[in-house]
């Protein structure tokens, strides 16, 4: 079963933000959101990561509604850099074997546009 | 240095051929990966080495022979692949198997032909 829910491509004008979601319903009080990105012809690159509060770095954003059963990762300023497909993955934060390992799923498509 | 380092960058090799793909971090983690990722698909985690120790083997075919000869380096060793092995292999380090941020080498494209 798919622990997150990402819609498969979203395009975004250069200069703005983009908002991209990920639904996670079934995540349990000691897992984190992860956010990691893959560029084409790249592996992917770790973005930011949360439990319960908004997170901030010098990436993104993250937000986290209060019932943590979904997400945003919010670029302020996208640049056709930052085309990529973008992995949600929840990740325990108590766990031993593969169940602490990362799992991509099927990611969103993400295209910056001029 | 925060880069994860594979070589080569492409190969190509027959079913009956053996290769090695290599990875090299001097970051000082002591946890690394193999993922393997086919086209459009997301990468699935095949081995974790925790320590110089495989921790981690996700039932992969014993055509993949995985070795970490020191804290630095991680190999995996190819023998008897099959056209379906075709695929980016990732080599990731983390500071610890139970670190949240992997970094991850540009992979190398491996064609089984």
């Known amino acids: 079963d798919a622990k997150t829910t990402q819609p498969t491509s979203m395009d975004c004008a250069e200069g703005r933000a983009a908002n991209l979601p990920c639904n996670h319903s079934?995540?349990?009080?000691?897992?984190?959101v992860y956010w990691y990105r893959q560029i084409h012809s790249q592996g992917p690159q770790y973005i930011i990561h949360g439990l319960k509060n908004n997170e901030t770095n010098e990436m993104a954003s993250l937000i986290i509604t209060e019932d943590r059963k979904s997400s945003t990762l919010i670029l302020p300023h996208a640049t056709l850099r930052d085309t990529a497909v973008y992995y949600c993955i929840v990740r325990p934060q108590f766990s031993s074997g593969s169940a602490r390992q990362l799992t991509f799923g099927s990611g969103t498509q993400l295209t910056v546009l001029p | 240095d925060t880069e994860v380092t594979q070589t080569p960058k492409h190969l190509v090799m027959g079913m009956t051929n053996k290769k090695s793909l290599k990875c090299e971090q001097h970051m000082g983690h002591r946890a690394m990966y193999w993922y393997k990722q086919k086209a459009k698909k997301p990468p699935e985690l095949m081995f974790v080495?925790?320590?110089?120790?495989?921790?981690i083997n996700e039932s992969v075919p014993s055509r993949f022979s995985p070795e970490c000869p020191n804290s630095s380096l991680l190999n995996l060793h190819l023998h008897a692949l099959q056209p379906e092995d075709s695929a980016l292999y990732l080599c990731?380090?983390?500071?610890?198997?139970?670190?949240?941020?992997?970094?991850f080498g540009s992979g190398t494209q491996l064609s089984v032909l």
């Open positions: 080495y925790s320590y110089e120790k495989l921790s």
């Open positions: 990731a380090s983390s500071r610890a198997a139970t670190n949240e941020k992997l970094f």
């Open positions: 079934t995540i349990s009080g000691n897992e984190y």
